[in-house]
């Protein structure tokens, strides 16, 4: 049974709305991560937990950053695309009308 109140959606139209929330979802996912790497940029310039030091008596210091970079990148980029499908607004734009209140006699 499907509800009256949400309306049926042409091909074109709901090709046009999952590109939109991709968007959404990949904006969200990209800040997410460009935090994440400035997070373990900060970590690493402020020498928390001596990793800064580290690096830099590291034979390559590419794989140890890489090493921290990364990690914080992805979790930080997942948990803003997961906060982004909680917020998509699809729900709102199809809610039902409230019914008229009738007046007690």
């Not at 049926?8 to 996912?29: C, G, I, K, S």
Request: hydrophobic share 50%; aromatic share 8%.
């Amino acid at each position: 049974m499907r509800d009256k109140y949400k309306p049926t959606m042409t091909p074109q139209e709901a090709r046009r709305d999952h590109v939109q929330m991709l968007r959404f979802m990949l904006f969200h996912a990209g800040i997410g991560s460009v935090i994440g790497m400035v997070t373990a940029s900060a970590i690493i310039l402020m020498d928390i937990g001596g990793f800064g030091t580290r690096i830099e008596n590291a034979a390559n210091p590419l794989i140890p950053i890489l090493l921290v970079v990364v990690p914080f990148a992805s979790i930080f980029g997942g948990a803003a695309a997961a906060s982004a499908i909680l917020l998509l607004p699809y729900e709102r734009r199809f809610k039902s009308p409230q019914p008229p209140l009738e007046p007690d006699l």
